[in-house]
């Protein structure tokens, strides 16, 4: 869609104008929230519908505003992304923007140049990742505190001076520490293979146990 707009505004076809007025009333109608900024003093040149809806400032107060105001970024470094955009070295951002309530919102940010009466402008489009920036960074921190307490209960295991091990919904062993290989005779392999809980229980009492352990995983019992 960039290219389509690179190439609409530096055309020299004779329906220039034409499409130019084709582009801003898209400009002006569509749901997303766009910018057009003035790379050159940094300013905002117009906003759409949506931009003011989004960002809480009438037509007038955010028309000529500096988009530093808007991006949290330093100056200097929002300059070097705008010159980026203006290069078409890079047409993808993510910022923070303050919108008028003072609120923070993660967005990203699809910039590029193009040339409307002859001066060349940076059009973007805001999308609003909010939302998808907090589930990505509730989720890294649960692999985060998970990792954690894996490496806790191994500490646990290691150091145990009790047999432990943990079993799966079937029965079968999945993890066990250095006691319970002792206590059983067997490696840590040959109990983390697979290996039945139950196997480990005298034949007589076997299927007594594979019954007290059913019952322990479906919570219908406390202990076996």
Do not use: W
């Not at 107060?61 to 203006?86: W, Y």
């Not at 066990?176 to 196997?199: Q, R, T």
């Amino acid at each position: 869609m960039f290219k389509f707009f690179s190439r609409l505004f530096s055309s020299n076809s004779a329906s220039k104008v034409h499409k130019e007025h084709s582009f801003l009333q898209f400009f002006e109608e569509s749901s997303s929230v766009m910018l057009l900024i003035d790379p050159e003093n940094e300013r905002i040149c117009n906003a759409n519908k949506a931009a003011l809806c989004y960002y809480g400032y009438p037509l007038h107060q955010l028309v000529g505003m500096s988009i530093n105001v808007i991006n949290t970024l330093s100056p200097e470094k929002g300059k070097h992304e705008r010159q980026q955009a203006l290069n078409n070295q890079q047409n993808y951002f993510t910022f923070k923007h303050r919108l008028n309530s003072g609120a923070l919102r993660d967005v990203e940010v699809y910039v590029t140049p193009v040339y409307v009466s002859k001066k060349a402008l940076l059009f973007a489009i805001v999308h609003d990742i909010t939302a998808r920036k907090l589930a990505e960074d509730k989720l890294t921190q649960m692999n985060h505190d998970l990792t954690k307490h894996e490496i806790l209960f191994k500490q646990i295991l290691d150091t145990s001076s009790v047999a432990i091990f943990l079993v799966n919904l079937e029965g079968r062993i999945t993890q066990a520490n250095h006691c319970m290989s002792e206590m059983f005779l067997y490696s840590l392999e040959e109990l983390s293979c697979g290996k039945e809980y139950v196997d480990l229980i005298h034949p007589s009492e076997r299927e007594i146990g594979r019954q007290k352990m059913l019952a322990l995983l479906g919570s219908k019992i406390p202990s076996v």
